[in-house]
């Protein structure tokens, strides 16, 4: 695409551009360098060129086409870019997505002739050449190529792939080679057609066709001048020359550009022409700047090397040299050569990652929308039957489906299904797995039989709630472990964290994503099961594993509603299924599904605690008058010591029941006592059942009164469970 002739601004000044140039070769044309030194390719191999276009940083500006308008900046000679606010970002396009037979990187002799031959047997065939604006980035699995065109990100997904990118051509490892005023041959051809006077110009190796320079003789051996080139010091027949020059070019051979084939690892990829040959290593690099983008020299490569970081990858990571903007394509040959000089044998080239070129968040995230809540595999089965979605531990779960108050009906007087696959679901097994669990949890493992669950607190070292949750016991190694929604993800932290810290025999493995859970609650619940296949129901606070509509389940008898339950764990990809048949079979069952807004108030009727939001962060069992799910009789576990310790001291706070005629107060409404606040509601529900609000609050101030104050109405204290407080329904 050519331009007409105009200005740009670079650096804050009005520059000048004629037809034709890009953005690098007018700064040169102007007498200055587009980045601030180094020698300018003008192929996008290098980094020496790359400048903040329009805002937008790690731009090469010698493939970017001069045009009025654009704002030019210069990264800073001696660090990254400024940090500024972006400009205004631009509306965003739909990526593009194409499927194709073949696609062909590279539109030269051998990319256009691999593109001809695949047509030529019938192949669909799509060539994307970087000089035609459709620059390939990236090659992932599939193979998926990812491009930047003129018109937005493309994606193709291919058969097979042909990298015919070409080899760049060597740049200097020298001393002076930061300065201006170095070309590559291919540089001085471009430069000097575009009618831009080069100087005295000389060149070290073969010089261009058609360029005026003079060749010398003899080796590279160093750069002069001050930031522009002033003359070159070679060695020939053992004596060093030096020669006065404005421009001074190069040809030091090539190297193949085959990072996106090394992003391919073993996919179908084929490299041809230039980019798969091997092309013989420069000079080892004994001083002066090897990795121009980093600034890495050759003591940085000693200085690795001598600390025991032998070998290419391993000198990479420790000096950081091929990490910056041109990925290697400077830097690889020449650090290849140093380590073949010290070993005697030359590395291959390190592992490519995309991307190969920097490109913008927004380029990477385009037509991208990334939920950060997680989504159940019932959910689209939740909008259908017309539920509003909330977000609750990280996850998208049903608040209700129209009607709440139904839907607790349907679990008190019926049967009801909730969606519960967003709990931590955890198997662990290994000869150790007594003793870990032993010390991990309050209660008495050992004493739990297979077969049977208990449920458990879990607490930190300082005696505090951190989650809750069931043990199942399968076997006398084998446990599965539940925990909260929000919880799961600390849960596997902690465990990992002491198995690895005790040194225990023992195997973790998290299924919360590849399990999903159903609760089948309601006094008809066990009615509805029997019909589908669960003839033999565990009993309270047992488990089993049955077949249920032609699906292996994991079925745990527990109640968090205070009515007969059963949570169902089956593979994700049957939860639809499983569903759908339950559904059909309560159809006359009165079966409804319930959200969390009923279940919050269900649970909330049996005074059952949610943790982190009827806990506080040392919340401990006494304070939640949950003594009962500790057992000091045992010798160790986390947090015993803490425990023992403030059981001998007054503790003035405790988490309590309320309740209240009338409705419901806010939750989180002040407690009143004597004229002062002393403590805070947690939870709160109108329960349609009791006729009146129950709630759990803390109480912080001793003694604690009998009747308090909430919303200017009075409420008496009065100990949970508030609905059948002897669990005969649970256990029915």
Not at 310 to 319: D, F, H, T
Not at 454 to 481: K, Q
Request: net charge negative.
């Amino acid at each position: 695409m050519r331009s007409s002739p105009g200005h740009f601004l670079l650096d804050g000044v009005s520059l000048g551009y004629e037809p034709g140039d890009t953005v690098a070769m007018a700064v040169v044309r102007a007498g200055a360098h587009p980045g601030h030194g180094g020698t300018l390719c003008l192929a996008g191999d290098c980094g020496n060129c790359v400048a903040e276009v329009d805002g937008i940083a790690y731009v090469r500006s010698c493939q970017t086409t001069a045009g009025p308008g654009l704002t030019v900046r210069r990264h800073p000679q001696g660090g990254p870019p400024a940090w500024h606010d972006p400009t205004p970002p631009t509306a965003r396009s739909q990526v593009r997505r194409m499927e194709a037979d073949v696609v062909v990187i590279g539109g030269g002799t051998s990319g256009r002739d691999a593109a001809t031959a695949a047509e030529q047997a019938g192949r669909l065939v799509v060539l994307l050449d970087g000089g035609e604006g459709n620059e390939v980035v990236a090659l992932y699995a599939g193979p998926t190529l990812i491009a930047r065109t003129r018109e937005g990100m493309l994606h193709v997904r291919a058969q097979e792939v042909v990298v015919a990118t070409g080899a760049a051509e060597i740049q200097p490892a020298c001393p002076g080679n930061q300065l201006a005023g170095l070309l590559t041959a291919h540089a001085a051809r471009e430069l000097h057609e575009a009618g831009i006077d080069l100087g005295v110009a000389v060149a070290v190796g073969p010089p261009p066709d058609g360029v005026p320079c003079m060749p010398l003789p003899g080796e590279l051996v160093r750069i002069e001048g001050e930031e522009h080139v002033s003359g070159v010091v070679t060695l020939d027949g053992g004596v060093e020359r030096t020669t006065p020059c404005d421009t001074l070019i190069f040809s030091l051979g090539r190297s193949p550009r085959d990072v996106l084939a090394r992003m391919a690892d073993d996919l179908p990829v084929t490299v041809v022409g230039s980019a798969a040959e091997v092309f013989p290593l420069p000079p080892a690099p004994t001083v002066g700047i090897v990795c121009p983008c980093v600034g890495i020299g050759v003591d940085d490569l000693e200085g690795v090397w001598a600390r025991g970081f032998q070998e290419l990858e391993l000198v990479k990571r420790a000096s950081l040299v091929g990490t910056g903007t041109c990925q290697g394509s400077v830097c690889l040959p020449h650090v290849r050569a140093w380590i073949a000089a010290r070993t005697g044998e030359a590395p291959g080239p390190f592992t490519a990652r995309p991307a190969s070129r920097q490109i913008t968040l927004g380029e990477a995230a385009e037509d991208v929308h990334l939920d950060a809540f997680r989504r159940t595999p019932l959910h689209d089965e939740h909008l259908a039957l017309g539920a509003q979605m909330d977000r609750f531990g990280g996850w998208w779960r049903p608040w209700h489906y129209g009607d709440h108050l139904a839907e607790y009906r349907a679990v008190r007087e019926a049967v009801s299904l909730g969606d519960v696959s967003t709990l931590g679901k955890f198997v662990l097994d290994g000869p150790d797995a007594v003793e870990f669990l032993q010390r991990l949890y309050p209660t008495d493992v050992a004493t739990i039989r297979p077969g049977r669950s208990r449920y458990a607190l879990l607490l930190n070292e300082r005696g505090h709630v951190i989650d809750d949750g069931m043990i199942c016991r399968e076997s006398e190694s084998r446990f599965v472990l539940t925990f909260t929604t929000g919880g799961a993800g600390n849960a596997e932290m902690w465990m990992r964290d002491w198995i690895e810290t005790w040194g225990l025999q023992v195997l973790l493995l998290d299924r919360t994503i590849s399990l999903a859970a159903i609760n089948v609650t309601g006094p008809r619940a066990g009615e509805l099961l029997a019909r589908v296949g669960l003839a033999d129901p565990p009993l309270f606070l047992q488990h089993t594993r049955v077949e249920l509509a032609g699906m292996a389940c994991h079925v745990m008898r527990l109640s968090f509603t205070g009515e007969a339950s059963f949570e169902i764990h089956h593979p994700v990809d049957q939860s639809v299924d499983l569903w759908r048949g339950l559904m059909v079979a309560g159809a006359d069952l009165g079966i409804r599904p319930h959200g969390l807004q009923a279940l919050f108030g269900l649970r909330l009727e049996k005074g059952h605690v949610i943790i982190g939001m009827d806990t506080e962060l040392d919340t401990t069992p006494r304070r939640l008058g949950m003594d009962w799910a500790v057992n000091m009789d045992k010798p160790d576990f986390l947090g015993r010591e803490a425990l023992a310790r403030t059981a001998r001291l007054p503790d003035q706070r405790r988490l309590v029941g309320l309740t209240m005629p009338g409705t419901a107060p806010t939750e989180g409404s002040p407690i009143w006592s004597g004229g002062d606040i002393v403590g805070h509601v947690t939870s709160s529900f109108a329960s349609p059942t009791l006729g009146q609000a129950v709630m759990l609050g803390w109480l912080k101030r001793a003694p604690f009164p009998d009747q308090v104050e909430i919303d200017g109405r009075l409420a008496a204290v009065t100990p949970p469970p508030f609905y059948d407080p002897e669990g005969q329904r649970a256990r029915a």
